[in-house]
């Protein structure tokens, strides 16, 4: 991993090097980044990898909320992936297949296996709330709860960044501070709007992106869930957490439903966040 300062010392450089190339950097948008300091965090939860194409998500996002809607499994063969969902496509492409993969990691119980053509799903037990999946189609809150995970995983770096999810959803009794999660990132939340079930993406942030890692924050953390600066997929970064959301010790509830909160290692932090510059540390 990349220390802080070696970080910094990283994206300085990079800096001047667009600057002498003639692309305009602002110098307001860097700032000296204090050392940051553990924040305490989740008392449990669950570790994992992100790296989800924002890109694939948002393109396959319809498909997988219908899919959602039924059972993961073939009712007359459980080791299969249930022909209704390859109905809706989701499985034609590798983009599709790849947000199925995760799907499956955040909603099917542990150690269930589902078979598509020559590709296999494993479920990763992240979510305690959705594990009826595999024979029954989720309701809406379960299908909020699974993209709340997943969009948790988003990472428009295509590299793979530990990180660690807590919130009233989330099995595991997994420490943080055992894996060096000390930094909590932001806490997430996905709601689902209306008859055709529009997905609308919350944000609240943990840590001031502009004083910690130099970067512009609005624009970050757009990019963190869209994959790009432009706010093509409507999220909302919110700042009102004192009022929206409950809780402590990385179990929230927002806007009276449950949230998912993530924390990264130190090192991490400002790499994840990078993309908005165009500079690719992973």
């Known amino acids: 991993m990349l220390s802080f300062r070696l970080l910094e010392g990283v994206v300085l450089g990079t800096v001047l090097t667009l600057t002498g190339c003639g692309t305009a950097v602002d110098p307001g948008d860097f700032e000296e980044a204090p050392d940051l300091a553990p924040q305490g965090g989740p008392r449990n939860g669950s570790g994992g990898l992100n790296g989800l194409s924002p890109a694939d998500y948002h393109a396959n996002v319809a498909a997988l909320v219908t899919a959602l ?5 073939d009712p007359q063969n459980p080791s299969a992936v249930n ?20 799907a499956a990691r955040c909603t099917l119980p542990a150690g269930t296996r589902l ?7 494993t479920g990763g037990g992240i979510l305690a709330t959705t594990g009826s999946w595999p024979s029954a189609g989720l309701t809406t809150s379960q299908k909020e709860d699974a993209l709340t995970c997943m969009v948790t995983h988003l990472n428009p770096f295509g590299a793979h960044v530990p990180f660690f999810l807590s919130g009233p959803s989330i099995a595991g009794t997994e420490s943080p501070e055992a894996g060096g999660f000390t ?69 929230f509830t927002c806007n009276g439903k449950p949230a998912v909160q993530t924390s990264l290692e130190e090192s991490d932090l400002c790499i994840l966040h990078l993309n908005v510059l165009g500079i690719g540390l992973l």
Request: proline share 4%; charged share 15%.
């Open 69 to 73: 809607g039924v059972a993961a499994a």
């Open 83 to 102: 022909p209704a969902i390859e109905a809706t496509g989701l499985l034609a492409t590798e983009g599709g297949r790849e947000v199925f993969s995760y």
């Open 115 to 121: 078979t598509s053509g020559t590709r296999v799903y």
């Open 183 to 251: 930094i909590e990132e932001a806490i997430w939340q996905v709601k689902l709007e209306g008859p055709n079930q529009t997905p609308i993406y919350y944000a609240w942030p943990h840590v001031d992106l502009l004083n910690t890692c130099g970067l512009v924050t609005s624009l970050t953390w757009v990019t963190r869930i869209c994959g790009s600066s432009l706010n093509t997929c409507g999220v909302q970064v919110r700042d009102d957490r004192a009022t929206a959301c409950t809780g402590s010790d990385g179990i």
